[in-house]
């Protein structure tokens, strides 16, 4: 009986040590036998469970292609215009 105060006093120790924290702590028994063969609960170490936070969900992409020339093709130097249209013929032959 007396180790439960003991640990009572360990845990309001460090509740205390931490009590600027905002993480709240969970505290899980386990059953344990004593020397006697009876089974007595003592407390498995304090485990902080991280906040939960009010902040909204990350924004999801709208999507990932990439942005539309305004270059039109007939002023595209030589390999930027091969490059366009290598590209092109790829999305229609279904390649990519």
């Given amino acids: 009986m007396r180790e439960f105060g003991r640990l009572e006093a360990r845990v309001e120790a460090w509740a205390q040590a931490n009590a600027t924290k905002s993480e709240p702590v969970v505290e899980a028994t ?19 469970v991280p906040a939960v936070t009010k902040a909204p969900d990350p924004i999801t992409p709208v999507g990932s292609s990439e942005a539309a020339t305004t270059v039109p093709l007939d002023q595209m130097s030589y390999k930027d215009f091969k490059a366009v249209r290598n590209r092109q013929e790829r999305e229609r032959l279904g390649l990519q």
């Fill in 30 to 48: 386990t059953p344990v036998a004593s020397k006697n063969g009876s089974a007595a609960s003592k407390a498995a170490p304090v485990v902080p």
